[in-house]
């Protein structure tokens, strides 16, 4: 099943059990979704929707941060409860060990020996670890394995 029937099928579910606080969320997550194969003109695949549920789960935890560090637990608790549905798309996460691997084997695959080589290795390692890692740790790993 794909992801966007898998979002339609959650969300007809949400309806029936009247569950709000889901319902709100799901159907902000479709909103994002239609909105940007309007915007790119085309059916967006399942790695597309992916990336679109990572984007807005980034979101949310920099604005669930933001509100601790303004001291709004109230709207940061939201911003929590937001994430625990949009994760429920993401596929598990990898540990440390597992990402340190994926580095290991994208450098070895590309020949990467210095910073310089960076690029290449990201390049690689971006279409497998989609969704399953944060970008953003595995660029840091990634240059704290190459200096």
Do not use: F, H, W
Not at 14 to 43: F, G, S
Not at 82 to 111: F, G, H, R
């Amino acid at each position: 099943m794909s992801l966007k029937a898998q979002l339609q099928d959650d969300m007809k579910s949400a309806m029936r059990t009247r569950d709000k606080e889901r319902l709100a969320v799901i159907r902000m997550l479709m909103a994002a979704v239609k909105q940007r194969e309007v915007d790119d003109r085309e059916e967006l695949a399942d790695g597309d929707v992916l990336a679109v549920v990572e984007k807005m789960v980034k979101q949310r935890r920099d604005a669930e941060q933001q509100y601790r560090d303004a001291n709004r637990p109230e709207l940061a608790d939201a911003e929590a409860a937001e994430i625990a549905v949009l994760e429920n798309y993401l596929p598990t996460q990898l540990s440390e060990a597992e990402i340190d691997q994926a580095i290991e084997n994208a450098i070895a695959e590309s020949q990467a020996e210095s910073m310089r080589d960076m690029g290449k290795v990201m390049g690689v390692l971006k279409p497998r670890l989609q969704g399953q890692a944060d970008m953003a740790v595995v660029s840091q790993r990634l240059k704290a394995r190459l200096q």
